[in-house]
């Protein structure tokens, strides 16, 4: 059975950071590109950060320069350091593992995680 599991979300101020954890297990995490999502109230779940698994990023124009994902395929884990967090950035986030093969993609989400910017 897949199962990821992220943790590490809570209530921060404007400017603090944070450090989410996405724990995955059923599947070898090291053939798998993975990606931190996120939605907010009213809003469609967006795109925050990617990794492959060869670890090359992409980030959405909004975290550039703010956030950093990675991922360490020896503990089956990746995450996402948030720094200079802002409201805006409030939202449930989600971690998803995926991979593509013979035309068949295989693609697998956690639970998420909320993460709220106030003061």
């Known amino acids: 059975q897949v199962q990821l599991v992220e943790s590490g979300g809570g209530l921060v101020q404007p400017g603090g950071s944070l450090r989410l954890s996405c724990s995955v297990s059923?599947?070898?995490?090291?053939?798998?590109?993975s990606g931190w999502y996120r939605q907010a109230p009213g809003k469609q779940r967006e795109m925050v950060a990617t990794i492959t698994s060869g670890s090359s990023t992409n980030y959405a124009d909004s975290v550039k320069g703010r956030f950093t994902i990675s991922r360490d395929n020896s503990k089956n884990a990746g995450y996402l350091q948030m720094n200079s967090l802002k409201p805006e950035d409030t939202a449930v986030y989600y971690c998803?593992?995926?991979?593509?093969?013979?035309?068949?993609?295989?693609?697998?989400w956690g639970q998420g995680t909320q993460v709220t910017v106030s003061s």
């Open positions: 059923g599947i070898t995490f090291s053939i798998y590109n």
């Open positions: 998803k593992a995926y991979r593509s093969i013979l035309g068949i993609r295989y693609e697998y």
